[in-house]
């Protein structure tokens, strides 16, 4: 979604002070717009309760080894998904230096 935004706003890319609110609101919805499908998350992770839940009481599945597993599937996929929401959009299309994407 950011990569729409990064074509949208393709003159912020230039270091100019008449560019300068464009930028602004470029890492306005930077930040905002990946933060926003979190809220779908939370939907689909409260079904997801209620089946492991139910599992559990029944014997099917041990908490441990479902936080396990959940972390082994999950983790990767945060990294993906930094690299298409910051990575892409902003070291390829708007020229950001590489250096500020791994910074902490």
Avoid: H
């Amino acid at each position: 979604m950011n990569c729409v935004f990064a074509f949208v706003y393709n003159n912020a890319k230039k270091n100019t002070q008449d560019q300068t609110m464009n930028k602004a609101w470029l890492c306005v919805w930077y930040m905002t717009v990946p933060v926003m499908f979190g809220t779908v998350a939370v939907y689909v992770l409260s079904d997801e309760l209620k089946a492991i839940q139910s599992e559990q009481q029944n014997g099917m599945l041990r908490p441990l080894n479902y936080v396990m597993a959940k972390s082994i599937l999950t983790l990767p996929f945060v990294f993906v998904y930094a690299l298409f929401a910051l990575g892409i959009p902003g070291l390829a299309l708007q020229n950001y230096p590489t250096t500020s994407f791994v910074e902490v």
